[in-house]
């Protein structure tokens, strides 16, 4: 029987669990793939907590995930596109991606370009289209100066490159250790912390024209006393600060169909435009290392389990 990652109840890193599943059948419009690499992100690691319970209901046992790539094993009545051995990328609204096996409507499926390594497809997802909804919402220009914090996280580093493209000057907070990652795509990389303001106008003597937020704590504040206009930033994560200030929450979702953005993305990546740092590799039965690893928020670029 295939393996998938589990959990019976809302709690901490402990109750994640792989198991034996039934093997799932595609249905009309559905690919069966076997899954040779799924990235993981923090908010699967919040639902698991219980904490979005009200917003995000669950029900056990339950699975997780969002970010696949792998084989295509099976198809459904109806997938015209895809057959089985393609090699795809693509996701799963289902909570289900942390398997051997995961049942995948076609159409949120895209195919893998030979020259994407396994590991950058099956976390490309969550981070790549939050980070292109991100900078899309803020639509940085040649001229102007954006700031983005978690510069050098799972979506910050990608949504430093994709606004590095736009001709914009792109600044990164992030911690010393990325500065040269950061400097190496032309981002002007800022340490974060006590004194972040007064560094980041010492950075960009012009001003600052836009702003995304990827971690959260603080950063729309600080937006606002850098004189950034409300239109012209971004958090995809601080729904209190944005609901208060009339900020932008645009991520994953307003980017639009997933398959398409993820076409794009990955199109970039094989011709050498984009890079998605691959921090970790874990096998699905380390589930537990690999977010626990995620959980201490100083992730470079993904962590990705390969089943
Ligand atoms: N709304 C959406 O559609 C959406 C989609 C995806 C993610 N999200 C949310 O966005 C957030 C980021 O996701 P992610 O996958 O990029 O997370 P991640 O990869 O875990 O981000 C880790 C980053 O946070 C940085 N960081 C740690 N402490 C910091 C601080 N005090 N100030 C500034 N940066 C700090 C780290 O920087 P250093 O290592 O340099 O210290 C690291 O680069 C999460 O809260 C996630 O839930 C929302």
């Known amino acids: 029987m295939p393996k998938a990652v589990r959990y019976d109840e809302f709690g901490g890193i402990d109750v994640l669990r792989v198991g034996e599943v039934e093997r799932p059948v595609p ?23 219980g904490a979005l319970a009200q917003m995000f209901p669950s029900t056990f046992p339950s699975g997780q995930g969002s970010d696949l790539a792998g084989v295509i094993e099976e198809v459904g009545a109806g997938v015209g596109g895809f057959a089985p051995g393609d090699e795809v990328i693509g996701f799963s609204n289902k909570r289900a991606s942390q398997a051997e096996l995961v049942l995948v409507e076609a159409d949120d499926l895209t195919r893998k370009p030979d020259r994407v390594s396994w590991e950058v ?4 997802y969550v981070a790549g289209v939050t980070a292109w909804g991100a900078v899309h919402a803020v639509g940085p220009e040649k001229g102007e100066t954006v700031v983005i914090s978690g510069a050098a996280g799972g979506v910050g580093s990608l949504a430093v490159q994709l606004a590095r493209r736009t001709g914009a000057t792109v600044i990164g907070l992030a911690s010393e250790r990325n500065h040269a990652w950061l400097r190496s795509y032309d981002v002007i990389p800022v340490r974060y912390g006590e004194g972040v303001l007064d560094r980041i106008r010492a950075a960009a003597p012009g001003g600052v024209d836009a702003f995304i937020d990827t ?15 409300t239109e012209r930033i971004d958090t995809i994560t601080d729904f209190v600060a ?40 874990y096998p699905l039965t380390q589930v537990r290392e690999a977010y626990a690893e995620l959980e201490r928020r100083h992730t470079h670029g993904k962590i990705v389990l390969m089943p």
């Not at 249905?27 to 907590?49: F, H, K, W, Y």
């Not at 497809?121 to 490309?124: D, F, R």
């Not at 971690?215 to 206009?229: N, R």
């Open 215 to 229: 971690f959260g704590d603080g950063y729309v504040e600080l937006a606002l006393a850098l004189g950034v206009a």
């Open 121 to 124: 497809a099956g976390s490309l």
């Open 27 to 49: 249905g009309d419009g559905q690919a069966l793939v076997r899954v040779m690499a799924a990235g993981i992100n923090p908010s699967e690691a919040v639902i698991r907590t």
């Open 242 to 281: 944005a609901a208060r200030y009339g900020v932008k929450t645009d991520g994953g979702t307003a980017a639009g169909p997933g398959a398409k953005v993820l076409a794009e993305l990955a199109g970039l990546i094989a011709d050498g435009h984009l890079e998605v740092p691959i921090a970790s590799v």
